[in-house]
């Protein structure tokens, strides 16, 4: 009877989850160690309910106000990651190991130190190898790379940067830093065909200002995302929520189906 019930409970959350209009989401990174710049922008970030990950990189140079930041940016519900922990290309590593041990292990250790749960780690530079990305499985829940629009295109046209329920634990991420000139209906047209495969677009920028140099994310064209995710309905998440996102509707489905 119990059993049941269960499949009932579960059913019933199936069902009421995929009747929600827009329900699938988006993810916004930023990467380095450009703290005091997200963190200036923060009510941004809260004006929109947008949650993003940080991914954090070199955190042995971080001083206390860094890390004071962080955690009130964290309290604000966005997730702090890992970055490695001096920014090094891990395809410039002939052995994986070396890898993890002086980028992996260290940084973490840090990071866990001051009081982090760290889940999720983005490859500086971007790219690495199958073997490295099975590896880190081990120590993270998400693994995340990184592209540009080197086809001059479209962001539709790029099918690794959307996560869905088969490919969620390692993902790759499109760069929207001034640099990288995707426009705001660009950007539009990606979230669409989110919406459309019910896959979770991601993308990632850098340092949060108005200069437009290069690795730079301009405040007012952030708000113009943010206002193109609210005109959608499309929710924020984390990394880390967007791995308990594809666990929770795999369970669900493993219930109902056996």
Not at 7 to 33: A, H, R
Not at 66 to 73: A, R, S, T
Not at 100 to 119: C, E, R, S, T, Y
Not at 146 to 153: I, L, Q, R, S, V
Request: some cysteine; charged content about 25%; glycine content about 4%.
């Amino acid at each position: 009877m119990k059993k049941i019930y269960l499949f009932i409970f579960l059913l019933t959350i199936f069902l009421f989850c995929n009747c929600q209009k827009n329900k699938e989401g988006i993810v916004f990174c930023f990467d380095d160690s450009s703290i005091d710049e997200w963190y200036f922008h923060r009510d941004l970030f809260n004006r929109y309910g947008i949650r993003a990950t940080f991914f954090i990189t070199r955190p042995h140079q971080l001083d206390s106000n860094q890390i004071y930041k962080l955690k009130i940016l964290e309290s604000d519900g966005h997730e702090i990651a890992c970055h490695a922990f001096s920014h090094k290309n891990a395809n410039d590593y002939q052995i994986p190991e070396d890898y993890i041990d002086q980028q992996i292990k260290p940084a973490l250790q840090k990071l866990q130190g001051i009081g982090f749960n760290v889940n999720s780690f983005a490859y500086p530079f971007g790219s690495s190898t199958p073997v490295l990305d099975s590896i880190l499985l081990d120590y993270f829940k998400i693994i995340r790379k990184a592209t540009y629009n080197y086809k001059n295109t479209t962001i539709d046209q790029y099918p690794e940067i959307y996560a869905n329920a088969d490919t969620y634990r390692i993902v790759n991420a499109m760069g929207i830093d001034y640099n990288y000139h995707i426009s705001v209906e660009n950007f539009e047209v990606g979230i669409k065909k989110g919406l459309k495969n019910k896959e979770i677009l991601i993308v990632y920028a850098h340092i949060i200002d108005a200069s437009n140099n290069d690795y730079t994310v301009h405040p007012e064209y952030l708000e113009k995302l943010f206002l193109k995710c609210k005109k959608h309905y499309i929710k924020s998440m984390t990394m880390n929520e967007m791995y308990h996102y594809f666990q929770k509707k795999l369970t669900i489905k493993k219930y109902i189906y056996e």
